[in-house]
Structure formats: C-alpha cells, structure tokens
C-alpha cells in the first residue's frame, strides 16, 4: 500500500542540473511516487539570487534563504548540487542534523571531506548518496559499492571529465592544437569560460578520490591524487602517439598494490593503446574500466555532464534514500575497514615515452642508452630520425618507478649530446 504522507524534498541549486531535477520531479511525479511507494513533494528551491524565472519551478518555492529550508524541520531529503566547500558542507551537516537524508553531486566536497560527512549521516541515521558527482549519468558508484561488495576490486582505470576528453578527441581526429581544441569545446559548450578545474585535472582528480575510496575500502582526499593537466600535450605528442598505435587520454587512474599493502590514485594524459576499449571513446562522453578478481573486466560508459544525464543519475539517487525513508532504514554507508595508505607517485610504476632532441652523430644512441640503464631503467623501443645534424630520439621504456624515470632525465638533460628532453609522457593499458 502506498503512503499518502508526501517525501519532502529540498532543492539547493537550481542552475543546469537542479532545473532539470525539479522539472523531472514535476512531470515524472506519478512515476516516482508508484517506484518510491510514496509521494515526493518539492517543498522549496534554494537558489543565490532571486528575481527571474525558472522554467518548471512556481515562484512561490524559491528562496534564497538555505539555511531557513534546511532547517525547516519537515524536510525528508535534501538535494544539493550548489557544489563548493561552503555553505554546502554547512548544509549538509545541517540536514543531517535535522534528519534529512541528502543526495549530492558535489565531488569537490566528497572528495576533501567524504569521511566527515559519512560519520555525520550515519550518527544521524540518515543516507548520503553522491552518484552524480562522477561521471554523470553512468551507474558506477553504486555498482562498486554494492554489485562488487563481494569482490575484490584491484584497478579502475576511466576518462571521468568530458572536456578534456572532447579537447583530446580533436587533437587526434583533426590535428589542432591544444589552443583550437579548447576554443572548439568552448564555443560548443562542453567548456567554462574557466576551464581551470578541468584542463588542469582537478575535476577528474576529485573523482579519482572518490573512485579509489570506494573502490579499495579506504580513507582517499584529493590530497592523495597525483595530478597532471591536459595544457602541456602538443601536437606533436598525438602523432607521437598515432605512431605507435596509441591514443593520448586524461586518465584517473586508481591501482592497489601487488602486495596488497597500498593504493595509488593519480590524473595525468597518457598514451593508450588503440586496442584498449577506452580509446574509443569519443567526443565528450565518459568510461571507466574496472579491473576486479572474480568479475574480471568491467566497462561504464555514457554521457559524463550535461543538466539531463546528472538529473538522472540524481533522481536515481532520490529514489534510493525515499525508499529507505518508506521503509524505515537506510543505505551502505562508507567502508574504509582497509585503511590502506596512499602511495606517493614517485613510487609509483609505470611506462613512459621519452623524446629528445638529439646530435645527429655516431655514439649517441648508446650514450642515452647507457644513461637509463645506469638508474635501472630498461628499454622497450627506441626510434631514431636525423636531418642536417639534428636528431630525434624516442624512447619508450618497460615499467619503473617515476623516481628512477625523473633521475634519469635530469642524467640525460647534463649529456652534451641532448639538446633538449622534448616530451614525457606515461604509457598505460598494456
């Protein structure tokens, strides 16, 4: 049987995801109330300014006082998709306070203080659910936290920020360069007139956190993950990398050590090869690659931004927390029993591209060979290309740590016969 007494739902944030979550909410009503097993009821829109309209929202619902609806003392779950730190922290915890589940696409928030806010939501007895702060519309916070509860996760490897991948995607398809790529996505909307937080990997490295925390059990921040940006990849490393059958992607790479004893989390671009499934993803869309021991290889993929596919994936989290409020309990909360530390990225194995500039002349070739096997660096290939006395060298090196990569450029950049360490760039998905 149905209750008749409605959810009530406060919305904090009402610009491209929180307009399409209350016009959702407003036309899927029947809908949502037959899957919940209750009514749900918009009960007031949190906005910073008031004083326009907004399509699908009655006026008489905005507000521009959160903390008032927040504190309301009748609100069942609350919405909050303003992103920051603060307030948003500040009205969260205040939800929790007042017995309200929340539902959050804040990754930027998660991933500085998801341990706090978990505490505080299971103290209350309420539900945190996030799975719109990474990627979008993809079903994969959920999976990981529940479909593989019984497994055994090692890896996730994915593309988590549509913009880069979109700027990457026309460097490779199209030849442009960084500049024009970035322009391009601009212009079409898939990047902000400050595109900060994306092309310099801060928005992929927050997913990352989240990813690897719930993926591995234990306590990540976004102070854990290495972080490289998309702004120094030239032109000349995509053909680079057309040359050896590769693609060059922004990826959140998420590992556990053999040895079971550590975990890494990084963002940076990477050469991937062709054959991998991620290399084929295009334009602005997500994937993300899950590596576990018993279901083996696993693969998301979908729209990662955009108003419609991040509504989706929070009305999907809304149906969730109302259930649980129908029926008296709640969700999987945070699971961090590993409490497995973050290994820094200089420990951290991988493959690399090297190219240098070079001395077209006898001897050199074995000079720089010489120079990565002194730090215990072997060689997988090498190709050479002269002209009028100058040289190209690429090089491209079986797995070692990025310690013992970084003393070895320093080595190379000392030989006369280097003229310049052109590119670094890591290899992955062999």
Same mark, same amino acid.
Request: proline share 3%; with cysteine.
């Given at each position: ?6 959810? %009530? ?36 829109? +949190? ?27 009748? @609100? ?12 948003? %922290?500040?009205?969260?915890?205040? +939800?929790?306070?007042?017995? +309200? ?18 505490? +505080? ?92 925390? @719930?993926?591995?059990?234990? %306590? ?86 955009g108003g419609t596919p991040t509504a989706s994936a929070v009305l999907g989290d809304l ?5 649980? %409020? ?105």
């Amino acid at each position: 049987m149905m209750r008749t007494r409605p959810l %009530k739902v406060a919305l904090l944030g009402c610009g491209v995801v929180g307009s399409e979550v209350a016009r959702i909410m407003t036309t899927d009503a029947a809908d949502l109330a037959a899957r919940i097993g209750a009514p749900v009821e918009l009960a007031g829109v +949190a906005v910073r300014r008031a004083g326009r309209a907004r399509a699908g929202v009655p006026e008489h619902l905005i507000t521009t006082d959160a903390e008032a609806l927040v504190n309301r003392g009748d @609100i069942d779950v609350v919405i909050e998709v303003v992103g920051g730190i603060e307030p948003s %922290k500040h009205l969260i915890l205040s +939800a929790f306070t007042n017995g +309200a589940s929340v539902v959050s696409a804040n990754k930027a928030l998660l991933a500085k203080d998801g341990a706090e806010l978990h505490a +505080a939501a299971a103290a209350a007895g309420v539900d945190l659910y996030y799975e719109a702060a990474v990627a979008g519309a993809i079903p994969l916070l959920r999976p990981l936290r529940e479909s593989l509860a019984g497994d055994k996760v090692n890896r996730v490897l994915g593309i988590v920020n549509g913009t880069t991948n979109f700027i990457m995607d026309k460097m490779d398809s199209t030849g442009a360069g960084y500049s024009e790529a970035l322009e391009e996505a601009t212009a079409l909307g898939y990047a902000e007139a400050d595109p900060t937080a994306d092309v310099e990997g801060f928005d992929a490295a927050a997913k990352a956190a989240i990813l690897a925390g @719930i993926a591995f059990h234990t %306590k990540v921040t976004a102070a854990d993950v290495y972080r490289e940006g998309i702004t120094e990849v030239t032109a000349a490393d995509i053909a680079s990398a057309k040359a050896m059958g590769c693609v060059v992607k922004l990826l959140a790479i998420c590992e556990r050590s053999a040895d079971g004893e550590s975990v890494t989390a990084r963002v940076h671009p990477a050469m991937l090869p062709l054959s991998h499934p991620l290399a084929s993803v295009r334009e602005a869309y997500n994937a993300v690659f899950v590596e576990a021991e018993a279901a083996g290889r696993l693969m998301f993929y979908g729209p990662g931004a955009g108003g419609t596919p991040t509504a989706s994936a929070v009305l999907g989290d809304l149906v969730a927390v109302c259930r649980n %409020k129908v029926n008296g309990t709640t969700g999987p909360g945070a699971s961090e029993y590993t409490q497995l530390p973050a290994k820094p990225m200089d420990q951290v194995i991988t493959r690399y591209h090297v190219s240098l500039d070079v001395d077209d002349r006898a001897g050199v070739l074995a000079q720089v060979a010489s120079t990565f096997a002194e730090h215990g660096v072997s060689i997988d290939t090498v190709r050479q290309q002269g002209r009028d006395g100058d040289a190209s060298l690429v090089v491209v090196t079986h797995r070692a740590t990025d310690a013992a990569l970084s003393a070895t450029v320093d080595k190379l950049r000392a030989l006369d016969s280097v003229r310049d360490v052109a590119s670094i760039m890591r290899v992955e998905g062999e």
